[in-house]
């Protein structure tokens, strides 16, 4: 099951469309996937998880065909988010290719945008050339397909694939816009850096063939751990 809700009530996102995933479609390739002993998810605590269990148990939400038809029928140039939690369509470490295609034909004349962190690099166990190939095709559909790096040196590596535009957590004591370490421009998250500033407004994470790396300083209550694991990837 999916879920679509057609205006966001999240300060940071902003009054936009946004989906939520169940946790199936979540990899182990993700440090933070609790399943798997992961901790920092911040899909995880509070109502958000409420709702996502939700959606686990399909007490809510529709299938992906309705996702499909619900974004075709969004006005054209909308901004939308997929995925607030969960990540791109299919279980655990492989992206299901013929759905995420449907739903970046279904985005065409929109905006979609989301984050995945299915694996993709070679060193990385699970459907490698599979999911690159699913990304690097939605990404030339228009639907924009963030690659999400746990750190500065782990977003160089993602950035040099060349199959979608990059962001990536930022370890502690980086709160400004910066260098990763192999030249690339990181902008902190705008969102986080200025007040009245949010995903419906900025939109940089909807832009396909942006040059920047996007960067997150992390935040809740497992920002220290998350901030940690940033320093270990970068």
Not at 101 to 122: C, E, Q, S
Request: proline share 6%; with cysteine.
């Amino acid at each position: 099951m999916v879920h679509l809700t057609l205006s966001s009530s999240n300060v940071k996102t902003g009054p936009i469309p946004v989906s939520t995933s169940g946790r199936s479609t979540c990899p182990d390739a993700c440090p933070l996937k609790k399943a798997n002993g992961g901790k920092g998810c911040y899909g995880e605590g509070g109502p958000l998880s409420w709702h996502w269990s939700a959606v686990d148990r399909a007490d809510r939400g529709t299938t992906f065909d309705g996702l499909c038809d619900a974004i075709a029928g969004l006005p054209s140039g909308q901004v939308w988010r997929h995925n607030q939690v969960g990540d791109l369509p299919g279980d655990n470490n492989r992206v299901d290719g013929a759905l995420l295609g449907k739903l970046a034909r279904a985005n065409r004349g929109r905006r979609g945008f989301t984050y995945t962190h299915k694996p993709v690099l070679d060193e990385q166990s699970g459907p490698v050339a599979n999911n690159r190939k699913a990304i690097a095709a939605a990404n030339r559909e228009g639907f924009v397909v963030n690659l999400s790096a746990n750190g500065l040196a782990h977003a160089d590596k993602l950035a040099a694939l060349n199959i979608g535009p990059v962001v990536t957590i930022l370890p502690k004591g980086i709160e400004d816009n910066t260098i990763s370490p192999n030249g690339r421009r990181v902008v902190v998250c705008p969102a986080q850096k200025r007040d009245g500033v949010t995903c419906a407004t900025c939109q940089l994470c909807s832009r396909r063939d942006r040059s920047v790396i996007v960067g997150f300083i992390p935040h809740g209550t497992s920002k220290k751990h998350v901030a940690k694991m940033a320093e270990g990837n970068s």
